[in-house]
């Protein structure tokens, strides 16, 4: 019979609570260049100008496609050799989940804006809008209420990714937990206490977005798939 | 600073992304069958009209979409033995964590999928004798499958590329077998180019595949 010992893991949980905090980091960095990169990413790729929406749609199926370890192998060992860099692995985990999270966030965009009925365009044409201006003032901000919840999905997705930053040594969670499990020689504690903290953080954030989603869908304006 | 690309080596060891690439299928093929299969019969608990069956089927569908894949395969490999003294190596480690992971999310597929099939259909089976699991069989569930089919191929392409987390615990996949090649020649530019390149071109031609399919299940709904 095992026996649990977890005076050795909560002796040493700042280490952990310090794993947190910056997979907490990661993400919100990742969201805060990922949001409005998919946005420039949908609006390219539904651009009438061939060239500019081809290209687009490249980038989002690449990344979409590919691992996201592997983009992350990609732009910690490869991209210095290519341009002059001193790659951090806190700027290659940046790096990678903004730009692949901005990928999965422009097809949301897009999803968003092509949901909106086109007399919404021709309604802000008539009354004189440009493009922009009817993207900006009527498209967009309809587009965006009823992209909420597959962004909420797409940022858990995201939180959950970024345990992949430990395999190229940034302190996140899943790093701390490694080191712990090493220092103290008690990977079962460990392991199960970091996998009840994920739990525990993950579970809160889909429960919001459930309320959310069940508050959307009473206002009559959701995409609940 | 200039690079030149040379892919020389990677050419002359391709059969080491070979070796990679078969091994990066077969965990792929074990985890899919697994976790679409057991996803199809957590998904039936999770909708049962018993607690006994549907609680637990929803405690563990939570429990294992709530925490990270890496997390999962990490505890199989290190803690899981501790607890239960069975030998795990790298590959049952990564078939538990992706074949666990895939049912939970796939079960809330299926779910979706019996849910979404119009009450009526329950009642006249109902009406022509069927019990409860006949009904389910052949008339619930070949529609309902038919309807999530294509959230259950991009569950499948996530599994396709979820195979690389194999790598941290030293599996024989295509990744590993990159970081094999980047060590010994120094080129890990060309390496994980050539890892993303096939992952790609492998992928691609599948999601527009399911673009194809959603469009065909469209029409005949």
Redesign the interface.
């Known amino acids: 019979m ?1 026996e649990w010992n977890f005076i050795a893991v909560f002796s040493d949980f700042d280490l952990l609570l310090i794993g947190l905090l910056n997979t907490l980091k990661i993400t919100a960095l990742a969201l805060l260049f990922g949001v409005p990169l998919g946005l420039v990413f949908a609006l390219s790729r539904l651009s009438k100008f061939l060239p500019l929406s081809f290209t687009a749609a490249f980038i989002i ?2 990344f ?8 992350l ?2 732009f910690f ?2 991209l210095p ?4 860099v001193r790659m951090t692995p806190f700027i290659a985990a940046v790096v990678t989940f903004s730009i692949q999270s901005s990928a999965f966030f422009a097809e949301i965009f897009r999803g968003g804006i092509q949901s909106i009925d086109k007399g919404q365009w021709e309604g802000a044409k008539a009354i004189g809008m440009s493009y922009r201006q009817s993207l900006i003032r009527i498209i967009l901000p309809q587009a965006v209420k009823r992209m909420i919840p597959a962004f909420m999905e797409r940022s858990i997705e995201l939180l ?2 970024t ?2 930053v ?2 190229v040594a940034y302190a996140d969670l ?1 790093f701390q ?2 080191d712990l ?1 090493q220092k103290t020689f008690r ?2 504690e ?3 206490v ?2 009840l903290m ?2 525990v953080l ?2 809160v954030f ?1 429960q919001m977005s459930i309320l959310v989603e069940k508050r959307l869908a009473q206002s009559g304006e959701s995409t609940v ?1 | 600073m200039s690079h030149t690309w040379d892919f020389a080596t990677i050419i002359q060891n391709w059969y080491v992304l070979w070796i990679g690439l078969k091994g990066t299928v077969f965990i792929f093929l074990v985890t899919v069958i697994l976790g679409l299969s057991g996803g199809l019969i957590i998904g039936i608990c999770r909708y049962a009209p018993s607690r006994a069956l549907s609680w637990p089927a929803m405690a563990f569908v939570e429990v294992f979409r709530n925490t990270p894949v890496l997390v999962q395969i990490i505890w199989f490999y290190y803690a899981f033995p501790i607890l239960t003294g069975i030998d795990v190596d790298p590959f049952l480690a990564a078939v538990l964590g992706i074949s666990l992971n895939t049912m939970a999310f796939s079960a809330e597929i299926y779910r979706a999928g019996i849910q979404s099939i119009e009450p009526g259909q329950w009642e006249a089976g109902k009406a022509i004798g069927m019990t409860y699991n006949q009904s389910l069989r052949r008339v619930i569930l070949p529609v309902a499958i038919k309807r999530v089919l294509p959230a259950l191929t991009n569950r499948g392409i996530e599994v396709f590329k979820m195979s690389t987390l194999a790598s941290v615990v030293a599996y024989v996949e295509t990744l590993n077998q990159a970081n094999l090649l980047a060590d010994l020649n120094f080129n890990p530019i060309e390496a994980y180019t050539a890892v993303a390149v096939i992952f790609f071109v492998v992928l691609y031609p599948v999601v527009q595949g399911t673009y194809v399919l959603e469009r065909v299940l469209k029409k005949g709904d």
């Open positions: 095992v199926e690449f979409r496609t590919t691992p996201p370890l592997v983009q192998f990609w060992f490869a050799i290519l341009i002059d959950k990714t345990t992949l430990s395999t899943m937990a490694n499990a990977p079962l460990v392991y199960t970091v996998a994920y739990f993950i579970f889909s798939r």
